[in-house]
């Protein structure tokens, strides 16, 4: 991978934030686009800007050849069976919103168990909360190691045949800790339970085979995988996809409306009521060329290289605390720490006066910061633009924050 080439494709990059050059370390929270994607999006406003699947018009077929391109695109990148297998949705929450709501509050029964863990973002713990609410379902969660990875023997014990649903994410959003879906998804299956899969922080980041996992559901987002905000995708299992009903009603998803009856198209139309997110789709159709032609495999490597250089880099700062995983080969491109004494808060304003951009706060995972014992975190997060420069800065602004804090208090 030639970075400052990546890097030169990337026109965000390219300033100054508080007159030093802009870090940019956030990309777990939403990654920056490329030329070729904002280009994509600009094209389509400009040169064929039209609704989908309703005109027989040029731009109208213009439009729709594109929004379904991209779905197709989608397919292979995942390797579903088959287009009718992939959803396009407002992002991960709402697939998997879409997966409670209609697959789960029909299916599950009082007695029957709702797996997941302490590590997962709100997204992936409050839909189960309400379904277990409205079904009489109870919510179990796997328990951590100490250094927050997943051991299968807890899988095992946690799972019975009691067990109709387990969803986990497959890179933590916090901990970087890459978690082992596909075992979990066989020790699933041979209870009888079906496996959900919260691809938000993996499928960026690495090659997604579904069929491989034989997970039943896969939700990610397109904004962290520079693609636009407001597009996302679920992946269904077509016989489990076939038996759901939708869960938004309206134009675009019917077939035949009668005055006291209405009929559902097929799939995957019939879970994509009203106009769709058509330019959302169509960035999403060009990011994953992106991405596939600076290659998956590439991005996972340097992402591992970045993780163990920060792991050693920030470990040689003295009061500084790491969370996750220490082993760089293991964990996905994020660093989750704290520096004694200074509040998340106060290390990325500090880091901000440098032009360098971190996550600090809980990071949508109340129930995981009260397992590390802590409020809140600051997270620097690393995608296939960084360099080791840029945790070398990140290092930097860190002694100036302890530094800083130490002249005040």
């Known amino acids: ?97 879409t997966v409670a709501a209609s697959y789960a509050a029909t299916n599950l029964k009082q007695g029957d168990e709702i797996v997941i863990t302490y590590m997962e973002h709100h997204s992936n713990i409050i839909p189960w909360q309400q379904v277990a609410k409205r079904t009489g379902a109870e ?11 997943i051991s299968l023997d807890d899988v095992r014990a946690t799972i019975t045949d009691n067990t109709k649903i387990v969803s986990v994410m497959q890179v933590s959003n916090v901990l970087g800790s890459i978690n082992p879906v596909k075992e979990i998804a066989k020790i699933a299956h041979d209870h009888g339970a079906i496996m959900v899969v919260d691809g938000a922080q993996s499928a960026p980041h690495m090659k997604i085979d579904v069929q491989d996992l034989d997970c039943d559901f896969l939700a990610f987002s397109g904004h962290k995988m520079c693609a636009p905000t407001g597009i996302g995708v679920l992946y269904g299992k077509k016989h489990l996809l076939e038996n759901m009903e939708p869960i938004e009603f309206g134009g675009e998803m019917i077939d035949f409306v009668h005055l006291y009856e209405s009929t559902w198209k097929e799939l995957p139309w019939k879970f994509e009521g009203g106009t769709p997110i058509i330019a959302g789709a169509i960035g999403l159709g060009a990011a994953i060329d992106f991405l596939n032609e600076v290659g998956l495999d590439n991005i996972a490597e340097h992402e591992h290289k970045l993780a ?9 700062v003295e009061g500084i605390s790491i969370y996750g995983p220490h082993d760089g080969a293991k964990r996905a491109g ?40 802590q409020s809140a975190t600051a997270r620097a997060s690393f995608y296939l633009y960084n360099n080791e420069e840029d945790i070398d800065k990140l290092v930097e602004g860190l002694v100036k924050t302890k530094e800083y804090f130490s002249d005040v208090f």
């Not at 802009?22 to 990309?27: A, G």
Request: proline share 4%.
């Open 334 to 373: 994020l660093v989750t720490f704290n520096i004694a004494d200074v509040h998340p808060h106060d290390v990325a304003t500090v880091l901000d006066a440098e032009g360098i951009a971190v996550r600090a706060g809980h990071h949508c995972a109340q129930p995981l910061m009260r397992w590390l014992k």
């Open 308 to 316: 163990a250089y920060a792991l050693d880099k920030l470990s040689s």
């Open 139 to 149: 919510l179990k969660y796997i328990p951590l190691q100490e250094d927050g990875t």
């Open 1 to 97: 991978m030639n970075i400052q080439d990546i890097r030169s494709q990337f026109p965000i990059l390219d300033q100054e934030v508080n007159g030093k050059p802009l870090v940019y370390l956030d990309s777990s929270a939403t990654s920056q686009k490329p030329i070729q994607v904002i280009e994509a999006v600009n094209k389509y406003y400009r040169e064929y800007n039209s609704n989908v699947h309703r005109g027989v018009h040029t731009l109208g077929t213009k439009a729709t050849d594109a929004y379904e391109g991209a779905r197709e695109k989608v397919r292979k990148f995942i390797n579903a069976k088959s287009t009718q297998e992939i959803i396009f949705t407002r992002g991960t929450t709402t697939s998997l919103n």
